[in-house]
């Protein structure tokens, strides 16, 4: 079993307790971006609620990964493309 790394992050004001088996550094990055993405949500939106603005940022969390995931399919396919035009 892998060893849990435990750290607490701050995220949107709020303290929180998360293991992860990331190292601390990587979880301190992922509380800096979605930080980033909830003040840009509530500085859109300023009469959000919490529950409201944890909500969009996940869903803008989720529309960056699924983009990004996207990318990566059609740089693989193209990859592979020009793999076989090489071997021709």
Do not use: C, W
Not at 18 to 27: G, I, K, L, P, T
Not at 60 to 78: G, H, P, R
């Amino acid at each position: 079993m892998t060893e849990k790394n435990k750290t607490v992050l701050l995220v949107g004001g709020r303290e929180y307790s998360v293991r992860s088996a990331e190292s601390e550094e990587h979880m301190h990055r992922v509380a800096v971006y979605v930080n980033k993405i909830m003040e840009d949500v509530r500085r859109n939106q300023t009469a959000l609620s919490a529950s409201m603005a944890a909500t969009l940022t996940a869903l803008n969390v989720a529309d960056t990964v699924i983009k990004q995931q996207d990318e990566i399919q059609a740089l693989k396919k193209e990859l592979n493309q020009l793999k076989q035009r090489q071997r021709r």
